[in-house]
């Protein structure tokens, strides 16, 4: 049965209180409530790239010492850590929050619009808060201002983590954040009972949180399929081999198998070709093609057997023209499923948030998360932040990634309210 909060902690933070099924979602104590907006202005006109977040990281610091905590900086390479110790004993429940900004030119036309520019994989590129990790970092902020300002009464401890490229690496063959601080001792100072993580959303609105027990985001791999046949003139293909009609064979192979072989209503798989390069022209067949594409599921034997059967395709089809198939896969991010008995416990807190009737069942979402690494260490809860104002449709708002990706900035009020309160009642070991 769930219990109130003591009357002490909700003077000490009114937001946390929220437990009228209908608080408005900008109902913050207004000094947090404008310092998250400026945080977030300032992350938002400064974005960096995965494992370059140097000024965000600094802020983040300055920010956690300026509340008495004592964080660890320079985990994996610019990921921040702080443990915040109640008076109490309790459980040790950590937050993460992604701190990376993506390449892409921003076209938002904000006061604040990032004007940023950096190289990417060889190319100069615009630098944006399109995914809106700004707001998680302002989020996290704040939620750890709130736990500082009433530490006395807390029970327990609370490991806020600030993540670098969740997106991913800038260079290829680099390790994703969450999983890099993780080699680095994140954990060091001891394993969490449970992690909570949030991402903004445009497709729920403002005040609205997605959720959903078990599997919720997907597992990311990174595939690639080199096919090496023997160039010859493209007039007289009988005295070469086609890798390239070799290519398209195998991959339209792995689409009838995913629809003949997989029982996609149990767990649902999605394998795209997002690059197709060989030859260099028209009359020439070339010696090789390669196929880079992703893999998406939710299952780990799902995984492993698509894979597999991948691998046999590709080197059946090959060995059928007289072609040599090499396929390699490389996992990005495994999927994030939200632990069944954490979610059941959190559920009740987004509700006592939001209001019960905000509080929605988020579909299985194709997206991926490297979240997950931590979730696959200790049990993981992982909601969506709607950021659509009311009145206007989530489905034809500018999506996270787009360079119109415009999150309302009331979101950052109830992100704060949201994780607060599930981390108060996670201490507390509210039912
Ligand atoms: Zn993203
Ligand atoms: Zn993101």
């Known amino acids: 049965m769930r219990r109130s909060l003591p009357l002490s902690l909700c003077f000490a933070v009114a937001l946390a209180c929220g437990t009228s099924v209908h608080a408005a979602p900008g109902d913050l104590a207004p000094d947090l409530a404008q310092k998250l907006v400026d945080w977030r202005r300032d992350l938002h006109q400064h974005p960096e790239l995965g494992n370059q977040e140097t000024r965000t990281a ?14 660890r900086t320079g985990i994996g390479p610019t990921g921040v850590v702080a443990v915040l110790t109640g008076a109490r004993p309790g459980p040790r429940i950590a937050l993460r929050a992604d701190m990376d900004a993506l390449p892409v ?44 300002g009433m530490r006395e009464q807390l029970a327990g401890e609370v490991v806020v983590i600030f993540q670098p490229a969740e997106e991913g690496p800038p260079e290829p063959g680099e390790v994703f954040g969450a999983k890099r601080m993780l080699d680095e001792g994140v954990f060091d100072d001891g394993t969490p009972d449970a992690i909570l993580g949030l991402h903004v959303w445009a497709g729920l609105h403002t005040g609205q ?22 160039q010859t003139h493209g007039s007289r293909p009988w005295d070469g081999v086609d890798p390239i009609t070799v290519g398209a064979q195998i991959l339209l192979a792995t689409q009838s198998m995913l629809a003949r072989q997989i029982n996609i209503v149990d767990s649902p798989v999605v394998l795209t070709a997002g690059q ?37 395709i590709a080197n059946g089809h090959a060995e059928a023209a007289g072609a040599k198939a090499e396929l390699s896969v490389v996992n990005n991010a495994p999927a994030t499923v939200n632990d069944p008995e954490l979610a059941r416990r959190v559920l009740p807190s987004l509700q006592a948030a939001v209001g019960a009737d905000n509080v929605v069942e988020m579909p299985l979402q194709t997206i991926a998360e490297d979240f997950s690494q931590f979730a696959n260490v200790v049990p993981g809860a992982y909601f969506f932040v709607g950021t659509t104002p009311r009145g206007q449709d989530p489905a034809t708002m500018p999506i996270n990634h787009s360079p119109h990706y415009a999150p309302d900035e009331a979101a950052l009020a109830v992100g704060v309210r949201t994780m607060l ?9 509210r039912e």
């Open 276 to 312: 197709f390069q060989s030859g260099v022209r028209f009359n020439i067949i070339p010696d090789d093609a390669r196929l880079v594409g992703t893999l998406r599921t939710y299952d780990a034997d799902v995984r492993e057997d698509v894979i597999a059967r991948f691998e046999r």
């Open 209 to 230: 949180i997605g959720f959903r027990s078990g599997p919720s985001l997907a597992s990311a791999d990174e595939w690639s399929l080199t096919v090496t046949g023997q």
């Open 58 to 71: 600094a802020k983040v610091a300055e920010h956690l010492r300026g509340l008495g905590l004592e964080p």
């Open 421 to 429: 309160r599930a981390t108060l009642d996670l201490l507390e070991q």
């Open 105 to 148: 030119t921003e076209a938002t036309g904000l006061p604040f619009a990032s004007t940023a520019r950096a190289t990417y994989r060889g190319q100069e590129v615009g630098v944006m808060h399109a995914c809106g990790h700004d707001m998680h970092v302002a989020i996290l902020m704040g939620v750890a201002e709130a736990l500082a």
